[in-house]
Nanobody, 127 residues
Framework: QVQLVESGGGLVQPGGSLRLSCAAS????????IGWFRRAPGRAREGVSC????????HYEDYVKGRFTIARDNAKNTAYLQMNSLKPEDTAVYYC????????????????????WGQGTQVTVSS
């Protein structure tokens, strides 16, 4: 079965850290641009960070730049999102998505619906 499965979410205090994982099964991530997205309650889905399949180039949205780091391990067929210095406004369901042939900028800005999407993992930042 072709799918993406996110994990690593949870409850963390402001200033804390979490690492999200996005594991692919049924296909290999090597040739896919990978993106992390989030949807907060009452808000539209927004891009967080994306990483290319070819040269490892990355894109970060301004609101996470300097705090979050995206990475991929093709040998493990998994992508990651390291989140540091978390803020309450980072609270959301986080999703990963994969699509071939898109630049990291386009992937993060457009979030194509015909990407392969995971089911999401909840991140709550609260004291």
């Amino acid at each position: 079965q072709v799918q993406l499965v996110e994990s690593g979410g949870g409850l963390v205090q402001p200033g804390g850290s979490l690492r999200l994982s996005c594991a692919a099964s049924g296909f290999t991530l090597d040739n896919y641009t990978i993106g992390w997205f989030r949807r907060a309650p009452g808000r539209a889905r927004e891009g967080v960070s994306c990483i290319s399949s070819s040269d490892g180039s990355t894109h970060y949205e301004d609101y996470v730049k300097g705090r979050f780091t995206i990475a991929r391990d093709n040998a493990k067929n998994t992508a990651y999102l390291q989140m540091n210095s978390l803020k309450p406004e980072d609270t959301a369901v986080y999703y990963c998505a994969a699509k071939r042939g898109w630049t990291v900028q386009a992937m993060c800005i457009i979030a194509p619906n015909d990407s392969l999407w995971g089911q999401g993992t909840q991140v709550t930042v609260s004291s």
